[in-house]
């Protein structure tokens, strides 16, 4: 009888350890602690209430997330990267992820790693994918990128027996036939200045055929291409708001939701404020690339890119943690959950496909074609400054002050200046 005691608690032992172990294989990060800072969105607030619970829950890990607004997260990263060190986890955006480069762990060695989420990175949009890492090695992880998109009202269009706005001509016509002064501006644009401004033109740069560099990264937005696009926005501009030089994202917003504007381009964004619950045309937008010049014309982009991505601190005191994490959040399954409940952008091709987050945002598909051709304003630090050159001139040809020649002139040569300066012409 002692002896079959003792064989039935020895064989309970032994189960105990290898229920522990298989657990132990389950969850090889239980009770490790993490801390990421990341840009204060929709989408932040859906990783701290639902996904952090959920990470939790199937593998033990804690992150803690600080919600940092967008002006002090650049330099609440940087300044832990050079003392506290208290991050694990890092948010850059597009603009940032050079200079990150300095202090973000490389990644490779991690995907296709055993017992960690498949990245999936041929799902990834390519064009994104290859701005976020450039180099032989990886570092981003991108899952909520950003950039320009035109919507008009189809309800008003199909009134108007204009089924699709596909040219230059198609966009005159409708502003002009859906302007009613007071009531119904025909365009939107935020044309306050600042880099709303400027990216919400570029496309129609893009549009016209035009570019803003060379091969040689001599500018060239003021060519023809330049000049008729720019010339266009002015056209454009008479049927917008009287005030468009104080006219913000955020107004833009709000006047569009409110069913005040029939067309425009802006951020990608303004799509889930569109098809928010209490939108009043919810259901009524289109979306699209901006219209073409003429059918016959080629566009070499199609906007501009931006947005946000994710990876590892070189300094992390646990890395594979932190890295697991990463692949996590931004895995085909995951980063489209975070998106449905979140900002509705898109990160991959899939989510062109994907009937819950179409319902949730219609404009999904034409963010993925819009991402798919567009590219960085400039790829180097000297982004801010060019972006900082092109604005005065630009907001001085919306007031009148300017012609677009002249003003688009004065940017080229600022552009040529800055570019010079930095040893790109040696």
Known sequence: MKKSLGILILVSLMVLVSINFVLAQNKPFEGVTLRVAIVSTEDSKYLATDLVPRLEKETGIKLIVDQVPYDDLNSKQLMDAAGAKTYDIINPCTEWSRQYTAFGEPLDAYIG??????????????????????????????YQ???????FRKDLAQDLGMAEIQTWD??????????????????????????????????????????????????????????????????????GPPDIGNFGEFEHYGAAKEGRVAMGIEASGITQALESADSKV?????????????????????????????????????????????????????????????????????????????????????????????KLFFDGPEGRDLEEALQVPLSQAIAGELTAKDALDTVAKAFESVLDKAGYYK
């Open 170 to 239: 198609d966009a005159k016509a409708f502003a002009e036939k859906t302007f009613k002064a007071g009531e119904m501006y025909g365009f939107g644009f935020p044309g306050r200045r600042g880099n709303s401004m400027n990216l919400a033109w570029v496309p129609m740069l893009f549009s016209a055929g035009g570019d803003l560099y060379d091969a040689d990264l001599k500018p060239v937005l003021n060519s023809q291409a330049g000049v008729d696009s720019l010339n266009f926005l002015l056209e454009l501009l008479k049927f």
């Open 282 to 374: 919810k259901g009524n937008v289109g979306y699209g690339l901006f219209p073409i010049k003429a059918q016959d014309v080629t566009r070499p982009s199609t906007a501009c890119m931006g947005g946000w991505s994710l990876g590892v601190a070189n300094y992390s005191k646990n890395k594979d943690a932190a890295a697991w994490v990463v692949l996590w959040l931004t895995s085909k399954e995951i980063v489209t959950d975070w998106q449905i409940h979140g900002r509705a952008h898109a990160s991959r091709l899939s989510m062109a496909s994907n009937a819950e987050l179409i319902k949730v945002n219609p404009a999904v598909p034409t963010i993925v074609e819009t991402l798919a051709g567009a």
């Open 113 to 142: 790693k055993e017992g960690f989420p498949n990245p999936e990175i041929d799902d990834i949009i390519p064009g994104i994918w290859s701005v976020w890492n450039p180099g032989e090695d990886i570092y981003w992880f991108p």
């Open 145 to 151: 990128p950003d950039s320009r998109v035109f919507y």
